[in-house]
């Protein structure tokens, strides 16, 4: 199951995409189950509902979809996509997870998840504009594979995290890395306003498989800037979900980024900032593409 923000009026609506086709949830569940079309008003909120349960969730949904061809939007290339949680509780980005990574800043390997927080006004859509070098002459790129809370954890075993993982979603950590390194906390660097891409969709687990083993790719126009796997994650997605529940009550339609691999700009020699027309894309296999153009 893929699920989506998209834009409809001027506001958000939660989705589902069946072969390339976005599809309204709200509408669906309310020609199938009685609800009224506005009841699921967004992705957090059908995850508040459905969460424990998203495979039969998905039978509906599709069910729905092809027993109603009315509730289909239009096409996935022609419709608009927001973040797909737009109004997250928390974003929970993981630092310094990939040894590689690790590698290129010359600091020692961590021996617990480093973790920083971003805010929901941070987030932007998969293919909207990148809008902040007026703010940083130093614009970086960190791919990243990101999950998502499907329903509420608190102190979960490693073993049994991924029951609450609604699904996986890319997302670009952008960061204003002068900004990051002004102080000894990296908060201002890495929430500016509208500059996290995300989506395009949660891909629900079933359809991801071993989060584990997925290649991801960061392009800047074109040119392959990192490539790596998700294998090579220092503390891999259980245990960051089990460390991060032991001491923060996680809810349905958090997100939490889980580090880039090697490759960043400010790492490069001469170092690779993000200018103005750039086009920066990043691939996570089985997930999707984001693809966006810095302003």
Not at 94 to 114: F, Q, S
Not at 215 to 231: A, K
Request: charged share 20%; with cysteine.
């Amino acid at each position: 199951m893929k699920l989506v923000s998209y834009e409809l009026s001027g506001s958000w609506r939660p989705g589902i995409v069946l072969d390339a086709t976005v599809f309204d949830i709200a509408a669906i569940l309310g020609d199938r189950h009685g609800q009224a079309p506005g009841s699921v008003s967004s992705i957090s909120a059908l995850l508040r509902e459905h969460g424990a349960a998203l495979p039969e969730l998905s039978k509906r949904l599709v069910a729905g979809a092809r027993e109603n061809p009315r509730t289909a939007v239009g096409p996935l290339e022609t419709t608009r996509l927001g973040p797909p949680v737009t109004d997250p509780a928390k974003v929970l980005c993981i630092g310094l997870n990939y040894n590689d990574h690790v590698a290129e800043t010359g600091r020692a390997l961590p021996t617990h998840p480093d973790i920083f927080a971003k805010f929901a006004s941070t987030l932007i859509g998969p293919f909207e504009e990148i809008r902040c070098s007026n703010i940083t002459q130093n614009l970086d790129f960190e791919g990243e594979l990101a999950i998502v809370i499907g329903r509420e954890c608190r102190g979960v075993t490693a073993q049994k995290a991924l029951d609450f993982v609604a699904g996986v979603m890319v997302l670009n950590d952008i960061t204003a890395r002068d900004l990051q390194y002004r102080g000894t906390q990296w908060l201002a660097g890495k929430a500016v306003d509208a500059s996290t891409p995300c989506g395009p969709a949660i891909v629900t687990l079933d359809e991801v498989g071993d989060v584990q083993n997925l290649d991801i790719n960061t392009r800047v126009n074109g040119v392959e800037v990192q490539s790596s796997n998700t294998r090579y994650m220092i503390f891999p997605v259980r245990d960051l979900v089990s460390y991060i529940s032991f001491f923060l009550t996680l809810s349905p339609g958090d997100i939490i980024t889980t580090g880039t691999p090697q490759g960043i700009g400010a790492k490069r020699q001469p170092p690779l900032w993000l200018k103005p027309g750039d086009t920066v894309e990043v691939e996570l296999q089985k997930v999707g593409v984001l693809r966006n153009i810095v302003r």
